[in-house]
């Protein structure tokens, strides 16, 4: 059964920056594509990031070039997510997924 728990959330003032991770079980992450999604209050949920099974080819959406960074671990069978300069409407749960199964989110809450 795929697990996948995501930590790290917060409050956080603008500009600020977080680092969430991403514990994986009960498949083989070190072949595993990953990503990244959020869904804000109310909203659709939204592609952020991928990172190939290696690390070696990573992707973002528009909003997170530039500001966010997909890492992964694969001796510690974690993902992580490196996110700077945050922005009120980054405000969010976010959730790292495999292959559209999403595991359990953390809440990102950027305000002042």
């Known amino acids: 059964e795929v697990q996948l728990q995501a930590s790290g959330g917060g409050l956080v003032q603008p500009g600020g920056s977080l680092r969430l991770s991403c514990e994986a079980s009960?498949?083989?992450?070190?072949?595993?594509?990953m990503t990244w999604v959020r869904q804000a209050s109310g909203k659709d949920v939204e592609w952020v990031s991928y990172?190939?099974?290696?690390?070696?080819?990573?992707r973002y959406a528009s909003f997170a070039q530039g500001r966010f960074t997909v890492s992964r671990d694969n001796t510690k069978n974690t993902l992580y997510l490196q996110m700077s300069n945050l922005r009120p409407e980054d405000t969010a749960v976010y959730y790292c997924a495999k292959e559209g199964t999403r595991g359990q989110g953390t809440l990102v809450t950027v305000s002042s």
């Open positions: 990172i190939s099974s290696r690390g070696g080819s990573t």
């Open positions: 009960g498949f083989t992450f070190s072949t595993s594509p």
